[in-house]
């Protein structure tokens, strides 16, 4: 695990973790298994089927497989979509996909590093080569295998922890838990009928939370308006929005619904 100093989008600097190896293949492992027992599923399902069919050709067959397979493909690209940078393995092993200057990464990042997914790859060419003995698809294993190799070592090897499809994509993975306590995170309770003013919030990412309670944190020991002043204009700046309250009021308001936001 090494730590990266990140100078975020509104221009703070923020150490990160970068995941630790065994954290990302274990991921992985998690993530796999669950493709597996769906694939188990399903193909007892279609087999259950496919016996009170008169007749099925191979084309039929094999049209049937990729349906199947289709949903393996792109797992890791909508379950990072819709799980804020994390496979169901990543948010088990407390590890997410951000983008390098701090915050969410976007959908094209999240389609380019799907894009170079080599162990996905890996994995759709060995269920085919099982399945039809065929000696092309066998063969082209040994070059897929190499494509794995060569983004391990690119992973282990480069100081962000970065695979080729996260190189391209501009993207890290980093770890999600902290060993701080309650009160250096940014947890703030809100009632469930509260109503966001500044949804617009949900662009900033949780250590850019973090930075903006260190400074309300700051300005209630010093009475440091202008360290107000400037946070809440940086923020506003990159959020493009226009605050109706003054400068801590608005950082406060950021800080409650950002929590409701991302707990609801």
Known sequence: MSRLKILTSFNIELDFETAEFHKRLFAWIIDYIIIIIYMFIAFRLSSSLLQNTAKVDDMDLWSIFL????????????TELTMNGQTIGKKLLGIRVIN??????????????????????????????????NQQLIGSL???????????????????????????????????????DLQETVFVETEDTYVPVYPEVMKLSDRDMNVIKTVLSAISKRSDWALADRTASKVESVLKISSKHDSVTFLETLMKDYNHLSTR
């Open 67 to 78: 349906i199947i397979l289709l949903p393996t493909s792109f797992y890791p690209l909508v």
């Open 100 to 133: 390098e200057t701090g915050g969410n990464a976007t959908a094209s990042q999240f389609v380019i590093r799907w894009m170079l997914r080599s162990s996905g790859l890996l994995v759709i060419i060995v269920i085919l080569a099982v399945l039809s003995l």
């Open 142 to 180: 040994s070059f897929t295998s190499i494509i794995v190799i060569v983004d391990i070592l690119c992973a282990v090897i480069s100081k962000k922890g970065q695979r080729i499809g996260d190189l391209a994509a501009g993207t890290l993975l980093i770890n999600t838990r902290s060993k701080a």
